[in-house]
């Protein structure tokens, strides 16, 4: 760790003749090309031009800097100025991020899901004052896209997940979420995935396409499952006192900016999305698509309608007030 910490501090040395010049350190939880990687480094390009060269975005991609968890530790204590944090993981330390996890809370209409996740007041309110508590602010979330199940076999209905065993993120209403269906869980980090399915560890896995591209799972599953229960959703988020202590000037350009990100990450997301299903299937001709009907959901949905009920006991009224504005806000449009 003292290793890791002194190399860190380089970039800030580096730059320290300049004392305008400010280096704002931005975790990544994927590698590059991801997603969140296309989000940095559009950041960083906007930042950077909006300020003349006087605040530097410096982005660490997965692995430089350890898994979600170290990024989000890293963020509390100030070592990092900004991190992505994805709710499957971060909702084990804050559970109103949970709230996303809940199977088949999202409307139909991604445009929308998107305005919800960037604007709603109530997400803001108990979600960032859960975050504060931490020493963290939350600055925004965003879609990464649909979850997609990854699996060593066929599964269209509950029973087909009897003796098998699927690898999670580790919040506890996604682990429980898969028990209600039948599955083994095996909570494991990002970068254990692959091994894991390879070696039969775990019989499936689920995350957004892009990422079954890029981590390369779809070489040790045979089966792409398009289930409907839920999206991959991340925040980002930003050590509370640093933001304190920003100048009005780029308290502002960060807000503006982070505003006006959405729209732009909402579009590449989803076209990353697809040009990799195309890769996918270009490179494994013989993977297999299922698409659940949605007589096929909704035996899985009958199976978690207990999943509310336990966000709710593990949040209290902050959960109340959150669960039910995100209901009203995703099913005012279909
Ligand atoms: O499955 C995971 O753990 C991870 N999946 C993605 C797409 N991003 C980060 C996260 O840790």
Avoid: C
């Amino acid at each position: 760790m003292i290793y890791l910490l002194s190399a860190f501090y380089l970039p800030f040395v580096a730059h320290a003749e300049n004392a305008k010049t400010e280096v704002w350190r931005f975790g990544l939880e994927e590698i590059e090309g991801s997603v969140q990687d296309i989000y940095a480094q559009e950041f960083k390009k906007r930042i950077e031009e909006k300020t003349q060269g006087r605040v530097l975005v410096d982005i660490y991609s997965y692995g430089m800097l350890g898994e979600s968890e170290d990024l989000t530790t890293l963020t509390s204590i100030g070592t990092l100025q900004l991190t992505h944090a994805s709710v499957g993981i971060i909702g084990s330390l804050i559970p109103q991020m949970q709230v996303f996890n809940i199977p088949y809370l999202f409307s139909a209409n991604d445009a929308h899901n998107q305005s919800v996740l960037s604007e709603n007041p109530a997400i803001y309110t108990e979600i960032g004052n859960a975050l504060i508590d931490q020493n963290m602010r939350l600055l925004t979330l965003y879609l990464e896209g649909d979850m997609v199940w990854t699996t060593n076999k066929a599964i269209r209905r509950p029973g087909d997940f009897d003796d098998f065993r699927m690898r999670v993120m580790n919040s506890p209403l996604v682990v429980e979420t898969f028990q209600q269906y039948g599955a083994e869980t095996i909570p494991l980090p990002y970068s254990q995935v692959y091994g894991a399915l390879q070696a039969h560890i775990v019989d499936g896995q689920s995350n957004p396409i892009f990422a079954i591209e890029e981590m390369k799972f779809y070489e040790v599953t045979d089966y792409l499952i398009w289930a409907g229960q839920s999206k991959f959703v991340t925040s980002v988020i930003a050590n509370q006192p640093w933001y304190l202590t920003l100048s009005n000037e780029n308290k502002q350009v960060l807000n503006d900016t982070i505003k006006e990100m959405s729209n732009f990450i909402f579009k590449r997301q989803s076209d990353l999305n697809k040009s990799r299903l195309k890769m996918i299937q270009e490179t494994k001709p013989d993977v297999i698509l299922i698409r659940l009907s949605n007589h096929q959901k909704n035996a899985f949905r009958k199976l978690v309608q207990p999943i509310k009920a336990q966000f709710l006991q593990q949040t209290g009224s902050q959960g109340e007030r959150l669960l039910s504005a995100l209901e009203k806000a995703f099913a005012s449009k279909k």
